[in-house]
């Protein structure tokens, strides 16, 4: 089966967060989005498989807010 690949996300943040042994750092831009984000609802979907589907490494987008300087929400 074919990935399907959100629309939404560039080529250069996909390749902050998809399976890769070297992501790329996350761009102005996509730090920019992700300050806005609802942050827990990401890590409500670290386990599922949905995110994969898109494409996105769960493990690397939850490490995402950090190197945007932003906190990770508890538990997630």
Not at 11 to 22: E, G, L, N, V, Y
Not at 37 to 61: F, M
Request: hydrophobic residues 30%; positive net charge.
């Amino acid at each position: 089966m074919r990935k399907q690949r959100s629309p939404l996300i560039t080529t250069r943040q996909r390749s902050a967060i998809s399976d890769s042994s070297k992501p790329a750092a996350p761009s102005p831009e996509c730090c920019k989005a992700l300050a806005k984000a609802d942050l827990r609802c990401l890590c409500s979907y670290k386990n599922s498989p949905l995110l994969r589907t898109l494409g996105i490494d769960p493990e690397l987008a939850v490490k995402l807010p950090p190197k945007c300087n932003l906190k990770t929400p508890a538990n997630c």
